[in-house]
């Protein structure tokens, strides 16, 4: 159905202005409750640093270890050369494709001469290994090579010691970040209002199985707080969806109370009692499933 069907479909339904009136209700409690709370941590997937969040407003970040922004880049390096090869083999706007090669192999050039600057020392040589074989490739698209489909498995098979490094580097790295900054943000905090206190890890959907920063922060809240007090916030990609996503999760744990005297209730799905009769138990698909 196309934009002005969908459009037409709700002027004829007459239930439509009534439910975007509760929506609005809803949302103004929302606001509220936001409004209301006295504190609540959140953290976006990889970076290490943690936020205050008083009252609805941020007051206050915890630093992350300062290189783990600049490695963001290489990972994003990562994706970049893949997304482009892809393209490229698949053919369907090829001069689209061939200008977005160029665009890559200038960026990989940026990222070679800047992280070797300002990365730890011992991972300058992985990254200068890994990104010098990725600029090969660049360097080959943006002057016309074709690109195979076995080129860049290939390539990366040649660097994945190195890759595999840095990810480790990384991932050791974001989880010390946590714990630092979560200890600041406790310590900084009224014993009785940690006991409720919400701590958000925000990111894509499929970043919450195994996620760094839900262990870190399991190490000091226990793996009991996972689900009730330690929550993964998907698809919020930056901090006011964060904060929006927080928002959402304070009003409706007090709509679960208030209606179900379940404060969890309405963080699953309202019709799950349904959806687990037919299954015959509780149950969550997971993503990513150990090959």
Known sequence: MSDIGRLKSMQSDPFSEINATFRMLYGANRDEVFASTPVSAITLIGTGEIWRIEHGAVVKSYPPTPWLSQTKSLMHAVIGVQGTWARLVRGKDLESARLAAVRLNKALEDAVSRLSRELPAELV???????????????????????????????????????????????????????????????????????????????????????????????????????????????????????????????????????????????????????????????????????
Not at 255 to 281: C, Q, S, T
């Open 125 to 291: 040589s992985p990254a200068q290994i890994v990104l010098g074989q990725l600029l090969q490739l660049s360097v080959n698209w943006a002057a016309g090579q074709m690109a195979t489909p076995a080129e860049l498995p290939e390539a990366l098979e040649k660097v994945q010691v190195e890759l595999e490094k840095i990810i480790t580097a990384v991932g050791e790295a974001v989880y010390a970040s946590i714990v630092r900054g979560l200890h600041g943000f406790i310590d900084e905090t009224d014993p009785a209002v940690w006991e409720t206190c919400l701590v958000c890890v925000c990111g894509v959907a499929f970043g919450r199985r195994d996620n760094i920063e839900i262990a870190a922060a399991m190490s000091l809240m226990g793996e009991e707080s996972v689900g009730t007090r330690l929550l993964y916030l998907e698809n919020a990609h930056d901090l006011p969806q964060a904060m929006a996503c927080l928002a959402a999760a304070l009003a409706d744990r007090d709509l679960g109370e208030g209606v179900f005297n379940d404060p969890y209730r309405m963080w699953r799905d309202i019709l799950g009692d349904v959806a687990a009769r037919h299954v015959g138990k509780g149950f969550f698909p997971t993503l990513g499933r150990d090959r």
